[in-house]
């Protein structure tokens, strides 16, 4: 993921204005990134990336997610989420879209971004709520549905009282991603 300087920020190879491009010419950011997904500087070591694009059974995505939120690492989680999205089922899309919103609320909370994060949060609640009442599914895959709309509402609600303090920059509220991870599969 990117190479190293020549004094213009771009990665070795590439020329000024020409934009990163994965191996099927699609436009795509090469920059390392951190724990959060914010990009960092071209060479400076960052975070494995989760690869896209990825088919998983329900059960791993659920898995996989939890892992990666346990890590502290929900914009990560995002993306797992945002694979099954893209790939299940229609019936399903909704859920797993709800489910991917909550864990980029989480991303933009713990970057210290309170409105984005508590509107995300509340989004994605909503989402997994209607999804839940249409399906009637609210233990689907082992999921503790009830639950993570709980915990997305209580946390929106948290990060807009500045109950995490404020700590990030201009005084910004900011939560640990991992502290404040939702437990999918309940307590």
Do not use: I
């Not at 934009?19 to 960092?40: C, F, T, V």
């Not at 960052?46 to 892992?67: C, I, S």
């Not at 019936?91 to 991303?107: F, K, S, Y």
């Not at 709309?149 to 939560?175: C, I, N, S």
Request: glycine share 18%; net charge neutral; with cysteine.
């Amino acid at each position: 993921m990117g190479g190293t300087g020549h004094g213009s920020g771009t990665p070795q190879g590439r020329t000024d204005g020409a934009r990163d491009r994965d191996a099927e010419g699609r436009a795509r950011n090469a920059r390392p990134r951190d724990g959060l997904g914010r990009p960092l500087p071209y060479g400076s070591p960052g975070v494995e990336r989760q690869p896209e694009g990825v088919v998983r059974t329900p059960e791993e995505t659920v898995a996989q997610a939890q892992a990666l939120l346990d890590a502290g690492k929900p914009f990560h989680a995002h993306e797992v989420f945002e694979d099954a999205w893209k790939s299940g089922p229609d019936e399903e899309r909704a859920l797993w879209r709800g489910l991917a919103q909550c864990a980029v609320g989480l991303t933009h909370a713990a970057r210290g971004n309170v409105t984005g994060g508590a509107r995300l949060l509340r989004r994605g609640a909503g989402a997994v709520a209607e999804w839940t009442a249409a399906s009637g599914r609210p233990g689907a895959y082992g999921m503790d549905l009830g639950g993570v709309v709980a915990w997305a509402r209580g946390l929106a609600d948290a990060v807009e009282a500045g109950a995490d303090g404020r700590d990030g920059a201009g005084g910004a509220v900011v939560v640990d991603a991992r502290a404040r991870a939702p437990r999918l599969y309940g307590t």
